[in-house]
């Protein structure tokens, strides 16, 4: 089945540190997703992006679409201990024919520290 | 609109029992699915649903199951409950045709 690999797992940054993390597929995407999890509580979206080289911000965060349609890359500048929590990639890949569902990443734990 | 609603936010169960647990998805959303999420785990696909129908399944035994009634409200039913069923359950709805899923608050299932 298709596969999400993100990076990193983890991390630990101090607060005021800028962030990055990204996510690579096997196959070419058409949609990708990046979504915030806090603990004990459902992922919430955060940014959309649908073309190939497609850079769009939500405040602070900053994520592009990847030229080669495999990957993507979420930025977080100036963290804040809010920040923390579990960020997972998302997408759904080109039509192969057939209903496609969104795959998820293996998503990447942020801890900032005061 | 009101976002996606997991019933319970909490169940403890016994190993042997089984469960149900609901979602109302988003006014107009009519594709719903569901994950398990075990701790230090990610999203582990379960199933999802549309026009009453079962279109996608993951890597789950028989016993966990579901469906969706005409109104888009999903159930998700987990017969003989095991310890490792212990998770968060968490659903997601949106839009035929879309991508973009919102998540309710999930259902901590905890087995004994």
């Known amino acids: 089945g298709q596969q999400l690999n993100q990076s990193p797992q983890s991390m630990f940054i101090q607060e005021g540190e800028d962030v990055s993390m990204n996510c690579t597929s096997s196959s070419i995407f058409n949609t990708w997703l990046w979504y915030k999890q806090d603990p004990g509580e459902g992922p919430v979206l955060l940014i959309a992006l649908y073309k190939a080289g497609e850079l769009t911000s939500n405040g602070r965060l900053t994520a592009q679409f990847g030229i080669t349609r495999k990957d993507s890359f979420l930025n977080i500048s100036a963290s804040i201990p809010s920040d923390v929590g579990i960020y997972f990639c998302?997408?759904?890949?080109?039509?192969?024919?057939?209903?496609?569902?969104?795959?998820f990443g293996t998503g990447t734990k942020l801890q900032v520290i005061p | 609109k009101a976002g996606v609603t997991q019933t319970p936010r909490y169940l403890i169960k016994t190993r042997g029992q089984q469960v149900t647990l609901s979602c109302s998805p988003i006014s107009g959303h009519r594709s719903v699915s569901w994950y398990q999420q075990t701790p230090g785990q990610g999203l582990q696909f379960l199933f999802e649903y549309f026009s009453e129908t079962q279109r996608n399944k993951g890597n789950f035994p028989g016993r966990f199951s579901g469906r969706q009634f005409s109104n888009s409200r999903s159930e998700m039913n987990v017969s003989t409950l095991e310890l490792g069923d212990s998770a968060l359950y968490l659903c997601?709805?949106?839009?035929?045709?879309?991508?973009?899923?919102?998540f309710g608050q999930g259902t901590r299932l905890t087995v004994v």
């Open positions: 997601a709805s949106k839009e035929l045709g879309n991508t973009e899923a919102f």
């Open positions: 998302a997408g759904r890949p080109m039509n192969s024919g057939g209903y496609q569902k969104v795959t």
